[in-house]
């Protein structure tokens, strides 16, 4: 057995000695509220037993392990639908940034710990109701108040927004030069006042995502986390490792193991589904393909264990998986005939197909839509040529609105 089986088989033996308090058949019926306050006593589990931080420095409280055991506890964790939603976002991208460009490095620290055990939540914000996928197009103003800053204007579709302490936000500092060169990255308390945080609701019932107001916001130069106008190139960081975030090849949708009992249970012409060729053509495509991102996932993860930074590959990922997660959803329902027609609002898209086939157009637009992905793919891994792009270079307030 080898060290990574190891680690899984020691890491799959703790999460079972805690599902029966935080697994999924438990949280069944929970409310949001009762669902988030389970969540926090799970990371204290976790970090208790070892688990939290797993690729992280000892100096910010991690384990000091590679992406590789990070990757396999977390493959081992999915399996349980452990109540670690509300802080998938917090850990995965503002509180690594924190650590890596906060010169604060006490203050970093004590976030981070918090963070780890569930204690506070970070969101980020990045996202523009005018700005579509396009992260240089931001309008939100940072203008310089004595020895800080005051923010005006709106973000939207911030994800758990409304329980969190913190955020990651980038702001316009410099509307005279080009858009690109124009963004500064703060970092902002959420509870400051000015802050207003108003819930969307989305297609599958939740209030997952947000707008939210800043009307006078002030915040302290200390708050910064680039060098002014230089926000850019820590957002574009943010996002290659929010590509990496989602390692799920599955596009956080059910497995595919749950495809197969559903075909072997539903009929097509009086047989089992699993024996009709269209059937078991869409089971290998997928197959084939969830394992192709695996691949891809794996040698990012091998990539960032030598110290180098992840690549535009990630897009793939995200793009392919939450796709054919769309599609493979589908034609569950399909299957399912008028048994399909019940849709349970407290239903996981892991594990329900009417609850991954609703939620799953959101997840094609949440961190970066098919058509960015699509940009990326064609020029920074194809190397096509860009688009043509007339803002280009333009002052961003001479830009059309």
């Known amino acids: 057995m080898s060290d990574i089986e190891a680690y899984s088989e020691r890491a799959r033996e703790w999460l079972q000695s805690v599902a029966g308090e935080f697994g999924g058949a438990v949280r069944k019926g929970l409310s949001d509220a009762e669902n988030l306050a389970l969540g926090r006593r799970y990371l204290k589990a976790r970090f208790d037993a070892g688990y939290a931080g797993i690729n992280w420095s000892p100096e910010f409280g991690g384990q000091g392990l590679t992406h590789i055991e990070k990757v396999a506890f977390e493959a081992e964790e ?45 969101c980020q914000l990045f ?23 005051k923010l005006n204007g709106q973000k939207l579709w911030t994800s758990f927004a409304q329980y969190s302490d913190y955020g990651v936000i980038v702001a316009r500092t410099d509307p005279t030069v080009a858009k690109h060169k124009g963004l500064t990255y703060f970092w902002v308390d959420m509870k400051s006042p000015g802050v207003e945080v108003r819930p969307v609701k989305l ?19 200390s708050n910064r986390l680039s060098p002014v106008g230089g926000g850019f190139s820590v957002a574009m960081a943010t996002l290659m490792i929010e590509r990496y975030t989602a390692t799920d090849s599955a596009g956080f949708g059910p497995h595919l193991d749950l495809f197969i ?9 009086g047989k089992p589904a699993i024996e009709d060729g269209r059937i078991r053509q869409q089971i290998a495509r997928n197959y084939a393909m969830r394992n ?23 897009s793939l990922n995200k793009l392919v998986s939450v796709r054919s ?9 399909d299957l399912q005939g008028t048994d399909a027609l019940h849709y349970d609002d407290q239903a996981s898209s892991k594990d329900d197909w009417q609850a991954s086939w609703i939620g799953a157009p959101t997840g094609r637009i949440a ?15 194809l190397g096509l040529p860009q688009d043509h792009r007339p803002d ?10």
């Open 325 to 333: 997660r769309q599609k493979l959803s589908e034609l569950a329902i």
């Open 367 to 381: 961190g970066g839509a098919d058509e960015m992905l699509l940009n990326t793919i064609a020029e920074r891994i």
């Open 127 to 149: 996202s523009e109701p005018a700005g579509g996928s396009d992260l240089a197009g931001l309008r939100l103003r940072a203008e310089q108040d004595g020895n800080g800053w």
């Open 292 to 314: 192709g991102l695996d691949a891809i996932t794996a040698r990012a993860m091998l990539m960032m264990r030598a110290g180098m930074e992840p690549g535009p590959e990630g």
């Open 261 to 269: 009992s559903l075909a072997k249970e539903t009929k097509i012409g």
């Open 203 to 221: 297609a599958a019932g939740d209030h997952m995502v947000n707008e939210v107001f800043f009307d006078d916001v002030r915040i302290d130069d």
């Open 78 to 122: 999915m399996k349980f639908s452990m109540p670690s939603g509300f802080f998938g976002i917090s850990l995965g991208m503002p509180v690594p940034i924190l650590m890596k460009y906060c010169e604060d490095k006490a203050f970093a620290k004590e976030r981070v710990l918090k963070a780890l055990q569930g204690e506070e939540i970070w």
């Open 392 to 401: 280009k270079g333009v002052p961003f307030n001479q830009i059309p609105a």
